[in-house]
């Protein structure tokens, strides 16, 4: 169960003491407490943890400084949704809103190599109008003698740009709790110029004290990968995690399952599970055509297999699209074969507004249906 306080409630105030006081007489049951500063307001949810079923949702509604009572089911309780649960399915972050009614787009370097890619990448994007993108510092890759990413070196010239091309929000993967650290420090190294969505790679889907730990700090929203080898539901459950520990700023991102069924794209394509996500929980959901086809590989009537996985992930009411650019691909350090070109990004925005018009109009076309359908059963 849980109790969604008034807005701005203090921990100091009478009201909130004499509250706390009385719910931790309640027998077997621990609470756990959750502080979201937003821009506007601070919210604060008590989660009562145990066997909660015996206790009347209307005795906790009346206490004080009480504003609403969620009922929460066994899963996904703090980011899953629930009856009568209207919590909110959005966050904020550098002025941009997050939510299941937006879209995003975050086209950049799967791996920064050098600062001149960067620029070049980052220049295209403000000349076409986009405040996000993604950058790999830190790279897991399946050899160890692969390109391990540049990691902290290459943090303050990719922070500077960011600041220069007036880029708000990078995607940017860690695969270790001092990586926050990192990042932290050549952010205020560099004056803030801009902000970071940290990246919960497929491989670390169930790395759990990873995400204990990044779950822990609220600086930072965080883009959680579906795991490729594990279900759904062990995806999400990994999500949970983060928001557990006091951090719901989640986006989900889909990226393809692996199978070799899935030939010959380089992950089986699950964007189907789009609505399935949005559905069962309140977070965002991001897709990521570059990983889930892995290469550049078209249609006979021209079109890029990814713009395709794109535009499915799109008309399906996709949050977030994650998509390798590269300036020169055949230069990259990580994943060249399934970047696309500089001068592929004016297309691929046209076509991803397509699909987002498309989504919208079907957004309408199902909610005309409804009102029928309910004025002829009336
Ligand atoms: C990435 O986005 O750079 C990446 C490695 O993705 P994934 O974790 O989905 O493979
Ligand atoms: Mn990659």
Redesign the pocket.
Known sequence: MILILTPNIEPESNTYQQLMAHLSCLPDIRLRVHREEGTEQTLTEIYLIGNTSSIPTEDMRDLPGVDRVVRVSEEYRVLGRHRDDDRSSHFNYQGLRFGQDTLHVFAGL?AVDTAEHVEFMMRALRDHGQVCT?M?AYK?RTSPYSFQGHGKECLPYVFDLAGKYGIKVIAM?ITHESHIDEIQAALHATGNPTGVML?I???NTQNFELLKIVGRQQKFPVLM?RGFGITLSESLNAAEYLASEGNSRVVF?L?GVKTNMGDPHRNSLDFAHVPVVKRLTRMPVCV?PS?AVGSRTRGPEGILDIMHATAQGVIAGANMV?VDFHPVPNRALVDGPQALLLEELAQFLEDVQIARDAYEKRVKLAARYEDELQSAVA
């Open positions: 799967c993604r790999g897991p993967e990246q790679g497929t491989r990968k991102g990226r990521d990983h994650l």
